[in-house]
């Protein structure tokens, strides 16, 4: 089941610059910075009300996120939707036809179960599911 839109992804080649908009002149509250080294990505965590945007800086290179501002420039990333089974939720999409990058889930930022949805079969978004790790 799809709980909720998580929070929206965008990818920034300076995140201290794009800080300076997010936090400083749009006035989206900061969450802290956290860095994934599976996804070799530094992340910040931002939160308008009840919503979160992440701005995601490469660390390296060989960065998905390098790869993506290399190609489109900077902008929205994905879109990112809580799930409350990550397996169950994948299965299905995966029955439906759906092109998926990740078949089985990684670890995200905050320690999330991740997976990507290729944004061929979503329009053009890249989605990400997001399961909570309980434990
Ligand atoms: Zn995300």
Redesign the pocket.
Known sequence: MIEKV??I?IAVSNLDEALAVYRDTLGLTFCGTEVVAEQKVRVAKLKGGEDTI?L?EPTGPDSPIAKFLAKRGPGIH?L?LAVDDIEQTLERFKAKGMRLIDESPRI??GGCR?AFVHPQSTGGVLI?L?EKNES
Do not use: Q, R, T
């Open positions: 998580d929070h992804g992440e995601l994905h990112c995200g930022a991740i990400e997001s």
